[in-house]
């Protein structure tokens, strides 16, 4: 298939793009590399030996998004989005501009293009402070910040947008907490400035680049006191995305699945594995519990894994053991100043 990656140059998008390469599919991607680096996109070939078409621009600017759809596309993986909770109440606006109107902006496209599959980066945050876990695809959806708002305010679009069109088809994969690497070490996760999520911060530490890692609480309701969350392998959920095109074609309307193991980690657990799989120590403080944050938060993935046939199959080592050889050998992730050497605009 012609797969338009939106946002394919970040984290998640990057190694989608690894799964989708070497499942043999045509791959472009539109990102402004906002958050990113075009080097990620250079690894990606290098990884799958194979190319891929990159059109740097903003997914909200039609003669970009035109580029993009230009040769054809069957369908679009839309990753594009600003992530970070903090910033997301200091500027909401920005938020709903880029990550709202961006997707308004690509559904229009699509239908100008003719393109009637979407696969759409949704996440447990739709679920604000869930009444019970593990969380199922039916439990109430609720926003607790602008940025979870954002997720939710776009999964309602794309559902009324694919009411309204009964040819289209949309996925909305909900993810837990993705960490890891792709086990080459030459993509990872490199985010800007102090990093916001636990695994990149404690690969920082254990690198070197930081001094000691602040535990947001130790008096949840949890059997060690720190925060339980589902930890999924970047290479599963890569692979998610490949199962969820595939769906799509055959599965008109719009469905929400879960992107979890089902199994959760304490922070202390999360450290604990890391420590073994870097064989560095992890210094950390405890201090207060960071606001929004919820006690435990864990998949019940058993819906993709019965529709889309998917299941997480790489446990908290092979994630630890991944983040550190990406961390180890990049310390300081991407360096910034390389273009792509092929992009089209
Ligand atoms: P990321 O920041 O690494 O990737 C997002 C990419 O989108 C970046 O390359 C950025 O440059 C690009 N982008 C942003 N706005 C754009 C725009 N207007 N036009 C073109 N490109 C734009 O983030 P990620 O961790 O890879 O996340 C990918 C998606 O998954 C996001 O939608 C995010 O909200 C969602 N998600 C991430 C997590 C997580 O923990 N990483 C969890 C749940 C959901
Ligand atoms: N966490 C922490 N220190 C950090 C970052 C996160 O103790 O520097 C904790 C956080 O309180 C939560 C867990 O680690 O219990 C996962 O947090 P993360 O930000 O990675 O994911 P999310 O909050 O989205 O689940």
Redesign the pocket.
């Known amino acids: 298939m012609k797969l338009l990656v939106?946002?394919g140059?970040?984290?998640?998008?990057s190694h989608t793009c690894v799964a989708l390469l070497e499942a043999g599919h045509d791959v472009t991607v539109?990102?402004?590399?906002?958050?990113?680096s075009a080097i990620a996109l250079q690894r990606v070939q290098e990884i799958t030996g194979r190319s891929l078409r990159f059109v740097e621009g903003?997914?909200?600017n039609p003669e970009h998004l035109a580029d993009a759809f230009e040769g054809g596309v069957d369908a679009v993986i839309h990753?594009?989005?600003?992530?970070a909770v903090g910033k997301s109440c200091e500027q909401p606006l920005a938020y709903f501009d880029?990550n709202i109107g961006?997707t308004i902006a690509l559904m229009q496209a699509m239908e100008q293009a003719g393109v009637s599959r979407l696969v759409f980066?949704s996440?447990a945050t739709v679920y604000g402070q869930p009444e019970k876990v593990p969380v199922r695809e039916d439990a109430p959806l609720n926003a607790t910040n602008p940025y979870g708002r954002t997720k939710l305010v776009m999964e309602q679009l794309i559902q009324d947008w694919c009411a309204s069109r009964p040819e289209t088809a949309a996925v909305l994969l909900r993810?837990f907490?993705?960490v890891g690497a792709h086990p080459s070490g030459l993509i990872g996760e490199d985010p800007r400035g102090e990093p916001d999520?636990l695994m990149p911060y404690v690969a920082q530490v254990a690198v070197g680049r930081r001094e000691r890692l602040r535990i947001y609480g130790d008096d949840y309701p949890t059997p060690d006191g720190t925060g339980v969350r589902d930890y999924l392998h970047v290479m599963d959920l890569a692979r998610a995305h490949r199962k969820a095109v595939d769906y799509a074609a055959a599965h008109p309307g719009c469905e929400a699945f879960n992107l979890g193991t089902g199994r959760g980690y304490s922070v202390l657990e999360l450290v604990q594995a890391f420590e073994q799989a870097s064989g560095k120590p992890i210094p950390y403080e405890i201090s207060t519990r960071r606001a929004g944050d919820v006690a435990e938060l864990t998949a019940e993935p058993a819906l993709a894994n019965a529709k889309l046939r998917w299941v997480a199959t790489h446990d908290i080592h092979a994630m630890c053991a991944d983040a550190w050889n990406w961390q180890s050998k990049n310390p300081n992730g991407y360096s910034r100043d390389m273009s792509f050497n092929t992009y089209s605009r």
């Open positions: 939106t946002g140059a970040g984290y998640i998008g539109i990102d402004n590399l906002c958050n990113s903003d997914i909200r990753f594009a989005a600003l992530k880029n961006g980066s996440s993810y907490n993705p999520n």
